[in-house]
């Protein structure tokens, strides 16, 4: 039993689940995080055999009866572990003989490892294609100010409103390409500092720009975790990735649709290569059609579009922007609604 020594108290303050385990293999004690973990109360699980709490656990139970024999520790990477609760999860864990005490089970969630590892292979990939896309977009910007120039010059001298319409044209096709570019570019009107953000304030001034744009009958709902830290952001840029995923959900939603802003905590993140203790997710979820079946596997790529005039932009420019934070960004199916996360590290707390 856990003593003088350790103080059981201390073990709540831990994000990582920690199981304290007798000599029969039966649980002795957990904390907070081991209980939220699998779902059921210290109470209920105090003096069950660990193998009743996991069922696929005979491969951690001769683990540590071994650590138990030989007073050593070791560490598991990445196993899939399945609860009496029903409750799946991927986790690293590691087993600790602690003289006089017990065995102590250290489970670390990894759920997001796997998935978000995955979409590293399309990282190196899709940087490649926005470098090129921005090499582009510089190339068609330069000579753009030439040629709106030359085209206001040439109205001047022109007498005949019929030709004029041709310059108007000319200009407003210069212009439109010129707005366009600096979205690719992402350039028009960023804050070139990080500032500490509240992201439910930077939610909210989304929401009141999709309200100025027109809902059209379009509930947005809000689901915030209050607990959430600020997050070291480009405000601008982060407004501009949010709002391309918003804008989506309103055009892929007739008047009674929904959108939810959900915000979470999450710990233990890997995220490409790097482990983050604590990271925010930010969900925008709206039960409109789904994401069509031919575009999916592309979703983020430049010029994928579905719509008549659509750029195909708004997705790959938000990717670029969540990059820059060294977050990441993914679209899921839950509950046959979408839901686009984006995954930002909060270093720093
Ligand atoms: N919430 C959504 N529901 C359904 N389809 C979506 C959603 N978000 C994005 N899409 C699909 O992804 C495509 C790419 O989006 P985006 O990169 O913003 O370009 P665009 O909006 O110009 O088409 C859209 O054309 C649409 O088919
Ligand atoms: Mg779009």
């Known amino acids: ?57 005979q491969e951690m139970i001769t683990a540590i ?100 319409e041709y310059t108007r044209i000319i200009i407003s096709e210069a212009d439109r390409l010129k707005e366009l570019v600096s979205r690719i570019l992402g350039d028009s009107k960023i804050a070139h500092e990080k500032i500490e953000i509240n992201i439910h304030q930077l939610l909210e001034r989304v929401r009141q720009l999709c309200i100025a744009e027109g809902l059209n009958g379009i509930e947005i709902k809000d689901d915030y975790d209050p607990s959430i830290p600020p997050v070291n952001a480009y405000a601008d840029q982060l407004i501009q990735a949010i709002l391309n995923i918003v804008r989506n959900a309103l055009e892929a939603l007739n008047s009674n649709g929904r959108i939810i802003f959900r915000t979470r905590v999450v710990r233990q993140v890997i995220i490409g290569n790097v482990k983050h203790k604590l990271a925010m997710k930010i969900d925008i979820q709206d039960n409109g059609p789904g994401i069509a079946e031919d575009i999916k596997e592309n979703l983020f790529l430049p010029t994928i579009t579905t719509k008549e005039n659509g750029t195909g932009l708004g997705l790959s420019i938000a990717q670029s922007i969540i990059y820059q934070h060294k977050g990441i960004i993914e679209c899921n199916e839950v509950d046959g609604e979408t839901v686009f996360s984006i995954f930002l590290p909060l270093e720093d707390y």
């Open 65 to 164: 009866e071994s650590a138990a024999t030989d007073k050593s520790s070791f560490t598991a990477r990445s196993k899939e572990l399945e609860f009496v609760t029903g409750r799946n999860v991927t986790s690293d864990y590691t087993v600790g003989f602690l003289p006089g005490e017990g065995i102590l089970l250290e489970l670390n969630q990894v759920d997001h490892h796997l998935r978000i590892t995955r979409d590293e292979i399309n990282h190196a990939q899709s940087s490649a294609m926005h470098k090129m896309v921005k090499n582009l977009a510089h190339e068609v910007r330069n000579p753009l100010g030439g040629l709106r120039g030359a085209a206001q010059l040439l109205e001047k001298e022109l007498d005949d409103p019929d030709l004029r």
């Open 1 to 57: 039993m856990i003593t003088e020594s350790l103080e059981k108290e201390h073990f709540n303050y831990l994000n990582t689940a920690v199981i304290v385990i007798d000599d029969n293999l039966k649980v002795a004690c957990m904390n907070n995080a081991a209980e939220f973990l699998i779902g059921l109360s210290e109470k209920q699980l105090c003096g069950i055999p660990l193998s009743t709490i996991i069922k696929n656990g």
